[in-house]
Nanobody, 121 residues
Framework: QVQLVESGGGLVQAGGSLKLSCAVS????????MGWYHQAPGEQRELVAS???????NYVDSVKGRFTVSRDNAKNALYLQMNNLKPEDTAVYYC???????????????WGQGTQVTVSS
């Protein structure tokens, strides 16, 4: 049973930074790609960033230039460095295991429990 465990969320002022981590039990190579999603209250869960095992990266437009996704294969870990945070980034952030097809990320049913990020204005 693969488990994903996120950490690193918290309360930060606008303009601040946070780094989220996702620990993958077993091998991160179980997934050909991994993604970070966020979900604000009353909103649908949205893909924020994805990274393949080969290092190909994609971001949603709203976080380009502010967020950086990375992975450490030796540590079976996924990261999301978030800089210049804005109040609209406030959400629960989830990591996910999935795959890329025709340039699009498809989530498999492997989710962490989520970590809350709150950005105050």
């Amino acid at each position: 049973q693969v488990q994903l465990v996120e950490s690193g969320g918290g309360l930060v002022q606008a303009g601040g930074s946070l780094k989220l981590s996702c620990a993958v039990s077993g091998s991160i190579f179980r997934f050909s790609a991994m993604g970070w999603y966020h979900q604000a209250p009353g909103e649908q869960r949205e893909l924020v960033a994805s990274i393949t095992s080969g290092g190909a990266i994609n971001y949603v437009d709203s976080v380009k230039g502010r967020f950086t996704v990375s992975r450490d294969n030796a540590k079976n870990a996924l990261y999301l460095q978030m800089n210049n945070l804005k109040p609209e980034d406030t959400a629960v952030y989830y990591c996910n295991g999935g795959f890329l097809k025709s340039g699009n990320y498809y989530p498999l049913n492997y989710w962490g429990q989520g970590t809350q990020v709150t950005v105050s204005s």
